[in-house]
């Protein structure tokens, strides 16, 4: 049986941040202008394996931007035939290709988180390192399927600092991605995003606007509601949506 993934991508600077330090893979797409909001659409079979991913940087005024790209353009050179190993792979990859790249250039700090999808002719594999987030929406149930990397520090009343992320020196910190894969049905719908959308808009508000009839329409309603509700960091949406192919 093969299935088709219908997609809508979304990127945006935020209401307050001056660059957009995110980036994103959306099948085969990456982001070129971080200055400019970016929306792209289409369709991919699950035979090809497509992949998507969200990248969300850190590390001061366009280092982060830097660590994104790195990011989505390592995942972008690969081919998941094998996605376990090889998201393992990128992971590891892309830490040493921005570890470098900062050592080269004297940069002290500078990073990126990551959340990827591939779908596969039967089953997905989600990996996901830092706090960027990959949910299923199933059956009208909305379920978070990555874990969030952070350091959980009670009572501070502040965003926990994340315990992961690419761009960590290896004698510093094992890199331990999150991987996992299951099973994918005819109509579940699979969102990943950047924190600029987990802290502005709730759990239950995402759920109510994915039941919309349409991708693009829901990620767009998913970028609206987070700019309405303040803004305040670059927000970055792939929403994928699962239909059993005809042929």
């Known amino acids: 049986m093969h299935y088709t993934i219908r997609y809508a991508c979304l990127s945006h600077v935020g209401n307050i941040r001056r660059i957009n330090q995110d980036n994103f893979l959306c099948n085969g797409m990456i982001l070129e202008n971080p ?33 994104s790209r790195i990011a989505a353009e390592t995942a972008d050179s690969f081919v998941f035939s ?54 299923r929406f199933s059956k009208g149930e909305l379920t978070r399927i990555s ?15 994340l315990s992961q992320n690419l761009g960590i020196p290896e004698e510093e910190m094992i890199l331990e991605p999150y991987l996992a894969e299951g099973k994918y049905s005819d109509k579940d719908r699979y969102l990943l995003c950047s924190d600029g959308l987990t802290d502005m808009v709730t759990e239950e508000e995402i759920a109510l606007i994915l039941q919309a009839a349409e991708v693009e329409r829901a990620a767009a309603g998913l970028l609206e509601r987070a700019l309405k509700n303040g803004g305040r960091d ?14």
């Open 35 to 67: 200055g400019d909001p970016a929306a792209m659409a289409g369709t991919a079979a699950s035979t090809e394996d497509p992949a998507f991913g969200i990248f969300d940087g850190m590390g001061g005024e366009e280092c982060g931007e830097i660590a």
């Open 82 to 135: 094998r996605p376990s190993e090889e998201l393992a792979d990128f992971c590891f990859d892309a830490n040493a290709e921005i570890c470098e790249f900062a050592d080269r250039n004297g940069i002290a700090s500078m990073g990126t988180t990551a959340a990827l999808i591939v779908f596969g002719r039967k089953r997905i594999t989600v990996c996901n390192i830092g706090d960027s987030r990959i949910y």
């Open 147 to 161: 874990v969030d990397h952070v350091v959980n520090v009670y009572g501070s009343g502040r965003k926990p600092p």
């Open 234 to 247: 670059n927000i970055t949406i792939i929403l994928c949506s699962v239909h059993r192919a005809l042929f």
